[in-house]
């Protein structure tokens, strides 16, 4: 089947773009990589939210997807018509500013997109050019890249731009934003190729923070602490290798 975004659902999307009390289902694999930003801004948010898998991806999900690819969110009204959006980054910015976490205004907007993409591309490095490539000797030369080279001006940009917003847990102004979230969750990837060597309390302790005060969110630690989560850490280490 050959879909497009039906144009008929535009009243339905904006009707629905800031309302906070749907229920939400993000549809992608068993590992983090790009379903994690957009699962962890349902769980901080403490949305109504589940996790769903693809039961036969080839033979059925991939041929209804709108792209042949995942994540995907299907967000359901509370009149039962239900709402998709397609591509982790329409995902992820169509869900920040539903649960207002672009900040107070177009500047702040525009510093938590540079600072989130900018994780991006930490992310994206391990995701492309670690995991994704199959010769072990390259492989070994990225992951040594990562650890010696990204990593480390990702910290010093990172550190400061933190440090400059007072070092109180967050990017911008005092409030919870998708530059916190998605710094959280490309700390767990980093944790998993570094461990605590580059990154903790004592020489980042604005980065620290951020990442504490995520942590501390308690529908985020519970999203964090659940089997689900825990399953779909050991898909990401069992198919990426971290
Ligand atoms: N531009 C897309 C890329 C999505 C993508 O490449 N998804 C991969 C998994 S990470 C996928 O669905 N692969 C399955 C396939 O191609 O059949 C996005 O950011 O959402």
Not at 41 to 64: H, M, Q, R, T
Not at 88 to 102: G, Q, V, W
Not at 157 to 167: F, K, P
Request: aromatic share 10%.
């Amino acid at each position: 089947m050959t879909r497009t975004i039906d144009n008929t659902t535009r009243a339905l999307f904006n009707e629905n773009a800031l309302k906070q009390d749907n229920t939400f289902k993000i549809m992608y694999f068993k590992v983090h990589a790009l379903g994690a930003n957009a699962r962890a801004i349902l769980a901080a948010s403490g949305a109504k939210w589940e996790c769903v898998f693809p039961k036969d991806w080839v033979n059925e999900e991939k041929k209804s997807t709108l792209f042949g690819v995942l994540p995907n969110l299907f967000e359901a009204t509370s009149t039962g018509e239900v709402i998709e959006v397609a591509e982790s980054d329409a995902i992820e910015s169509y869900l920040s500013r539903k649960f207002n976490l672009l900040g107070n205004d177009a500047f702040d907007e525009m510093k938590i997109k540079a600072f989130c993409c900018s994780i991006q591309s930490a992310s994206n490095f391990l995701l492309i050019k670690v995991a994704g490539i199959k010769d072990p000797e390259v492989k070994a030369a990225m992951r040594t890249q990562f650890i010696e080279t990204t990593v480390p001006r990702f910290v010093t940009y990172h550190e400061r731009h933190l440090e400059a917003n007072g070092r109180n847990g967050h990017y911008v102004g005092d409030k919870l934003s998708y530059a916190d979230i998605k710094l959280a969750v490309v700390l767990v990837s980093i944790f998993s190729v570094t461990g605590e060597s580059q990154i903790n309390k004592q020489d980042t302790p604005a980065i620290w923070a951020v990442w504490e005060k995520v942590n501390a969110i308690p529908s985020y630690a519970k999203w964090v602490k659940s089997e689900e989560y825990q399953a779909v850490s050991e898909g990401n280490l069992q198919l990426l290798g971290y």
